[in-house]
């Protein structure tokens, strides 16, 4: 099994930052994806960035420019350094893994951190 946890959320004026950490452990051999997914009050959960092993980034529209999403492969450790916040940033944002998969015990299991609250006040 595979846990993940997140670190660094909380309250922040507009125009301010926050890093968010993402810290893998367990039966990681398999992890190809990491990244963020994020659920503001009454809104739908979105993705906001992800990132391969490999380095592939991909980024949500509203977030680039802003966010900027990382990772240590043999640490199995993932970063979003999230700057220029706004209001509308504020939501409960989940860090997430994915197998590959390919490769000897690889299914494409997905795993979830509880999340991390960011709060952007105007």
């Known amino acids: 099994q595979v846990q993940v946890v997140e670190s660094g959320g909380g309250l922040v004026q507009a125009g301010g930052s926050l890093r968010l950490s993402c810290a893998a452990s367990g039966d990681t051999i398999c992890i190809h994806v990491m990244g963020w997914y994020r659920q503001g009050p009454g809104k739908e959960r979105e993705l906001v960035a992800r990132i391969t092993s490999g380095g592939s980034i991909n980024v949500a529209d509203s977030a680039k420019g802003r966010f900027t999403i990382s990772r240590d492969n043999a640490k199995n450790t993932a970063w979003l350094q999230m700057n220029s916040l706004k209001p509308e940033d504020t939501a409960v944002y989940y860090c997430?893994?994915?197998?590959?998969?390919w490769g000897a015990g690889c299914h494409g299991s997905d795993y979830w951190g509880k999340g991390a609250l960011v709060t952007v006040s105007s």
């Open positions: 997430y893994a994915v197998d590959r998969t």
